[in-house]
């Protein structure tokens, strides 16, 4: 079984002919960040360093320019700190971030830049502060590894919305000084407070797409109270974030429909996936028939489409969560305000929620759909994300195959 694309996706979750914007990259480019970076910059916190100056430790593949092709590469880790936590990568999910900034498609990526921010693998060793895990535990790090700590939102848990922006996994200023680098390598080093712990009995290749694709559904998911039996759920996109959505809905206990633009996932998403209904978009009779039935949408589609016809399935007081990023969000105010309906946004989720779904999923065994693949392949994987041939996400086993 061939794996479809992920992150940039159009109305049917796949992603788009012409634009190709990753859900989680839009706060990267937040006035936050921004900030942040220029104070690790020029604030006389830390200097950029360049990691090679230092014993290569480190091995990886990284993009060394804008045609994003990657190529094994030596580095160095950061030494482990007294909060520190240092992983073997075993396994590493492929997302649409990898193709975006490998390729400069932003005009913002450093180069040699190592990609990958849905990490799992083993600890191998600790700081002398770290008390939550230790030695041999399985976890997982996801697309942030740093932030202030000290603002409302990092105190609450949320540190994915800290004021002065989360340091991102790859291609961001790390507290050191030094850029940030994913995980397509063999090992990183993190603060424990950005590790997750992973069940024993949770497959590791399993669990690093739940560390950005799982989480982006799952937040809204339980921001919304989208997990009351009985209740009624619409999935618009059945890419790597639909179809997480999918399963989330069905352990939740509700009746779930997926929307889609043709009928070439209907099989997939009733038998593969559990789908209690599949309805097309374009058939304005299937449209109908499903008016004000849903009490909540989540909405994982990237490429530009029309929002009225997905809020007039919602009932009244009902939910719709987007996770995807459009180029423009357009509707009349009357398909909000009558019905008194919620329309909301979202990103990825904070540590206690990560941790959490982690847990569920666990206990609910619930697992994506994956394929694994050496990371000789991962080349070509991305070419296969830009072509939406992907279902529903890619997993580099690292530990076996970078040598």
């Not at 069940?199 to 982006?216: D, E, F, K, Q, V």
Request: aromatic share 10%; net charge neutral; with cysteine.
């Amino acid at each position: 079984m061939r794996p479809p694309g992920i992150w940039v996706l159009d109305s049917d979750g796949a992603p788009s002919n012409t634009r190709f914007v990753p859900f989680f990259v839009s706060f990267v480019f937040s006035l936050g960040n921004r900030i942040l970076s220029l104070y690790l910059f020029y604030g006389g916190l830390v200097r950029p360093m360049d990691s090679q100056t230092k014993t290569e430790n480190c091995l990886g593949w990284a993009a060394t320019d804008p045609t994003g092709v990657l190529s094994p590469y030596k580095f160095s880790r950061r030494p482990v700190g007294s909060d520190d936590v240092s992983i073997k990568i075993t396994h590493c999910g492929v997302c649409y971030a990898d193709v975006i900034w490998s390729r400069n498609m932003f005009g913002d990526s450093i180069y040699p830049l190592v990609p990958g921010h849905e990490i799992a693998g083993i600890v191998k060793e600790v700081g002398s502060n770290v008390q939550r895990i230790k030695v041999g535990d399985p976890v997982g790090v996801g697309t942030y590894v740093n932030s202030c700590r000290n603002c409302e939102y990092c105190n609450d848990g949320v540190e994915v919305h800290c004021v002065k922006g989360p340091v991102l996994t790859f291609n961001h200023i790390d507290v050191d000084g030094t850029v940030t680098k994913g995980g397509y390598s063999s090992h990183i080093v993190v603060h424990e407070r950005y590790c997750f712990k992973i069940p024993n009995n949770y497959p590791l290749a399993s669990a690093a797409p739940l560390l950005c694709a799982g989480i982006t559904v799952y937040t809204p998911m339980m921001r919304y109270n989208m997990n009351q039996p009985g209740k009624s759920l619409g999935v618009i996109g059945l890419g790597g974030l639909g179809h997480m959505a999918v399963k989330f809905g069905k352990a939740f206990g509700l009746s779930v429909t997926v929307l889609s633009t043709s009928t070439s996932k209907k099989e997939e998403a009733l038998s593969l996936l559990g789908a209690d209904n599949f309805v097309v978009t374009s058939d304005q009779e299937q449209m109908k028939g499903l008016s004000k039935s849903l009490d909540f949408i989540v909405d994982t589609a990237s490429g530009d489409h029309p929002f009225d016809p997905y809020l007039s399935l919602l009932k009244s007081a009902g939910v719709y969560a987007l996770v995807g990023f459009p180029s423009e969000i357009k509707f009349s105010p009357a398909s909000l305000s009558l019905g008194m309906k919620t329309f909301a946004g979202s990103v990825t989720g904070g540590t206690k929620m990560i941790q959490e779904m982690i847990g569920f999923c666990a206990a609910r065994k619930i697992y994506p759909q994956i394929e694994v693949i050496p990371i000789q392949y991962a080349n070509e994987a991305l070419e296969r994300l830009v072509k939406r041939d992907v279902k529903y996400r890619f997993v580099i086993d690292i530990e076996n195959t970078l040598k």
